[in-house]
Nanobody, 126 residues
Framework: QVQPVESGGGLVQAGGSLRLSCAGS????????VGWFRQAPGKEREFVAA????????DYADSVKGRFTISRDNTKNTVTLQMNSLKPEDTAVYYC???????????????????WGQGTQVTVSS
């Protein structure tokens, strides 16, 4: 029933920053675990980051640790992915996903999430 909607993608030079947002449409994403995944051309979808329903627990893929930060503001029905020090390898379509009853040990598993956004393109030029 909840419908994640992403925004904030675009074109940026290597070393630059972008801020992606995920909002709940139809129903609030408050109470849902929210994850970010990405898919580059010719590659499979991969985990980027996730945050618990209350915001107390988060996890990151090794490739983005220290560069990306996930946060949420349930009063505003939004989850944010701050992406710094971007690399060309970060180029992909980024998807926001929501799910319920997802333990922290399984955050990277895409099949745990039942609701997905349409995706937003992030392109990093060298």
């Amino acid at each position: 029933q909840v419908q994640p909607v992403e925004s904030g993608g675009g074109l940026v030079q290597a070393g630059g920053s972008l801020r992606l947002s995920c909002a709940g449409s139809g129903r609030t994403i408050s109470g849902y675990t929210v994850g970010w995944f990405r898919q580059a051309p010719g590659k499979e979808r991969e985990f980027v980051a996730a945050i618990s329903w209350g915001g107390s627990t988060s996890d990151y893929a090794d490739s983005v640790k220290g560069r990306f930060t996930i946060s949420r503001d349930n009063t505003k029905n939004t989850v944010t992915l701050q992406m710094n020090s971007l690399k060309p390898e970060d180029t992909a379509v980024y998807y926001c996903a929501a799910g319920r009853l997802i333990s922290s040990s399984t955050y990277p598993l895409s099949y745990k999430y039942g609701f997905w956004g349409q995706g937003t393109q992030v392109t990093v030029s060298s």
